[in-house]
């Protein structure tokens, strides 16, 4: 890779990695890192991103799986299948592996239903010729693989055993950027959690583009959304040919201002900005390794995006081409993560 690249894959790894430890602190994990976010956290797109870059943080995939071990029953797991079939993110062995440790608690065993079925594409999933290292420059030999994490080491994977430190928190339900979870806890681990959330940060949408952004099936969120219009909380009007839903904040004073707090005020398509970011690294991987020129990274970037349905409209770089377009695309990302400026990513 050019000389003009050289430093930017690291950068955007602390970048990253920071961004991960404020929003997994934030949600009850223990760290020291800022947790008062001004956008709402995705906990399905954060688990499934955290599979493979937090195996760069070797503590923060112990204190993930901790908190799991506590909070393991707060993550929708038809969300998560339904973001893992559209965007194919984080990693799927990985996934299996999480899932295999906490499908043994009585706390969490719905997490028996997680299986390569249901999170495997055709193209994807580890052959396991031989054993990696979970965790980047981690070392092993046949003496340490003798206390090898079991559920691990069936999925390929070498890292020593795992013990939950208990240190872990519930999210607190009165952070702006946890609505989530609170909504859930009030309304179940189901599509209406979502719905709202979606209500509670937009003045109006369409049920089509409501279940766009939350990951649900069209139809399921239209009826879902009509059965809400029934109590009264919920209200639709008409533009043209379309049904536009939204509520009035007034009525939702509980979920919106506890604690006289600001609602939090962004949305973000984490699982597209988290894929975006996964194939940014891993063509600027691939690019290091075949010491590839810029425009030949910028082609493979390009060629990526597309194929993954990816238009990066809240980018700049969109209408670049050749190596501007590499460069610009990289600047955004690295000006976007630092201080969380994420307007960009927003309706």
């Given amino acids: 890779m050019n000389h003009s690249l050289k430093n ?183 599509s209406r959690a979502e719905i709202m959330a979606w209500l509670l940060t937009h003045q109006a949408g369409h049920p089509a583009k409501i279940a766009r952004d939350i990951h649900y099936f069209n139809k399921s969120v239209q009826a879902t959304l009509n059965e809400m219009e029934g109590s009264g909380l919920v209200y639709s009007r008409r533009t043209k040919r379309e049904k536009h839903f939204h509520i009035n904040s007034n009525d939702w004073h509980a979920f919106i201002h506890p604690q006289q707090q600001r609602p939090p005020t962004r949305w973000v398509n984490w699982a597209e900005t988290f894929t975006s970011l996964e194939i940014i690294f891993k063509t600027l991987d691939d690019a290091e390794a075949k010491k590839s020129s810029d425009l030949l990274v910028a082609s493979h970037l390009k060629t990526a995006f597309e194929q993954a349905n990816l238009a990066l409209d809240f980018t700049t770089s969109q209408h670049q081409t050749g190596t501007d377009y590499l460069h610009t695309l990289l600047a955004d990302f690295e000006r976007l993560l630092p201080g969380l400026q994420l307007k960009e990513f927003t309706d």
């Avoid at 947790?35 to 797109?45: F, G, N, R, S």
């Avoid at 592996?97 to 999170?119: C, D, E, G, Y």
């Avoid at 994977?157 to 872990?168: E, I």
Wanted: aromatic letters at 10%; hydrophobic letters at 40%; charged letters at 25%.
């Fill in 8 to 190: 930017t894959p690291q950068k955007l790894k602390k970048q990253t990695l920071e961004l991960l430890w404020q929003q997994w602190s934030a949600i009850g994990v223990a760290g020291t890192a800022e947790t008062d976010l001004p956008y709402l956290i995705d906990p399905e797109a954060l688990l499934l991103f955290s599979t493979e870059f937090a195996r760069h943080d070797s503590r923060l995939f112990d204190e993930i799986l901790d908190w799991l071990y506590c909070n393991g029953n707060t993550i929708n797991l038809k969300r998560l299948f339904s973001i893992r079939k559209q965007y194919t993110l984080g990693n799927p062995d990985v996934l299996l592996a999480i899932a295999k440790k906490l499908r043994s608690r009585s706390s969490t065993v719905k997490w028996l239903s997680v299986s390569k079925k249901s999170i495997h594409h055709s193209n994807d999933g580890k052959v396991i010729a031989k054993l990696d290292s979970l965790f980047s420059q981690l070392p092993f030999s046949i003496e340490v693989l003798k206390r090898a994490d079991i559920e691990f080491h069936e999925k390929g994977y070498y890292r020593p055993n795992f013990k939950a430190r208990g240190l872990s928190r519930c999210p607190t339900p009165n952070q702006p950027s946890n609505l989530i979870f609170k909504l859930r806890a009030f309304f179940g681990c189901n």
